[in-house]
């Protein structure tokens, strides 16, 4: 299927590794130019290579911390008009609400809602003026059914949640689409820290606590950043034009609600 953004422009965010990697892999496999971001950039670079490799598509490595004023204007003068926003940010490390400052929830709010909501502002209008765009925000499961050890992402992502829901109703008339996609249990660096902060917790062994989690899941197993990312480059194709301000949950069936 040709999802029709070929030569278009994509910014990834946190692409150096995990799903933003996954994300940034599907869509240069697409044809889109790629600008992949993350802070570190020896792995970085690595990744671009990775994936101009497997793709041969145009990738440009920006090393800087997408969650700040400098951060985000570094990628933005290499990737001055992006076709496709893809909003990604580790997630705040786990623990109990109790032991968290404000500073705590100062810093979770500002890389998981207010980064986000700077990159989308920085770039919607051109998207409106090109007739084109798509945003996709990698948020989590826990703002659907919140994970307790997890209350910093909670707060800050569900926060970023309401706002999307307003501002994807507005920009949808010009073939903008704005989406958020809910990652459940994957198998990331993510996830295995919670899976240690949570044995720790427990005082119970690594592996026991890892199978639980593996087990307990409806597919049997942890997903994969490739069928992610796969998921990230639909909601970015020409297709995806009528999907709008919804939260798509691939998380193998492990929410159980209906809605």
């Given at each position: 299927?040709?999802?029709?953004?070929?030569?278009?422009?994509?910014?990834?965010?946190?692409?150096?590794?995990?799903?933003?990697?996954?994300?940034?892999?599907?869509l240069a496999r697409e044809g889109c130019k790629v600008t992949i971001v993350a802070r570190t950039?020896?792995?970085?670079?690595?990744?671009?290579?990775?994936?101009?490799?497997a793709t041969g598509a145009e990738v440009t490595a920006v090393a800087a911390?997408?969650?700040?004023?400098?951060?985000?204007?570094?990628?933005?003068?290499?990737?001055?008009?992006?076709?496709?926003l893809v909003n990604n940010a580790g997630g705040p490390p786990p623990g109990n609400f109790r032991d968290w400052e404000r500073e705590d929830w100062i810093a979770a709010v500002d890389a998981n809602m207010i980064t986000p909501i700077l990159l989308i502002k920085a770039v919607v209008d051109g998207m409106i003026e090109r007739g084109f765009g798509r945003v996709v925000?990698?948020?989590?499961?826990?703002?659907?059914?919140?994970?307790?050890?997890?209350?910093?992402?909670?707060?800050?992502?569900?926060?970023?949640?309401?706002?999307?829901?307003?501002?994807?109703?507005?920009?949808?008339?010009?073939?903008?689409?704005?989406?958020?996609?809910?990652?459940?249990?994957?198998?990331?660096?993510?996830?295995?820290?919670?899976?240690?902060?949570?044995?720790?917790?427990?005082?119970?062994?690594?592996e026991e606590v890892t199978e639980a989690r593996r087990t307990a899941n409806p597919a049997q197993r942890f997903g994969t950043a490739e069928e992610f990312g796969d998921a990230c480059a639909y909601l970015c194709s020409a297709q995806a034009s009528y999907i709008t301000g919804q939260n798509m949950v691939l998380d193998g069936g492990a929410y159980p609600g209906t809605l």
């Open positions: 299927m040709d999802l029709g953004i070929a030569g278009k422009s994509a910014l990834v965010c946190a692409a150096s590794k995990g799903l933003g990697r996954g994300c940034a892999m599907a950039p020896g792995p970085l670079e690595t990744t671009a290579e990775e994936i101009r490799s911390d997408i969650t700040t004023a400098d951060g985000q204007a570094a990628a933005l003068a290499v990737c001055q008009a992006p076709d496709i925000n990698i948020t989590s499961t826990s703002v659907k059914a919140p994970i307790p050890i997890l209350g910093l992402s909670n707060g800050a992502r569900a926060g970023l949640t309401g706002f999307i829901a307003g501002l994807a109703r507005e920009t949808v008339r010009h073939n903008v689409t704005i989406n958020n996609l809910l990652p459940g249990p994957f198998d990331t660096d993510r996830l295995r820290s919670t899976l240690v902060a949570t044995a720790k917790a427990q005082n119970r062994p690594l």
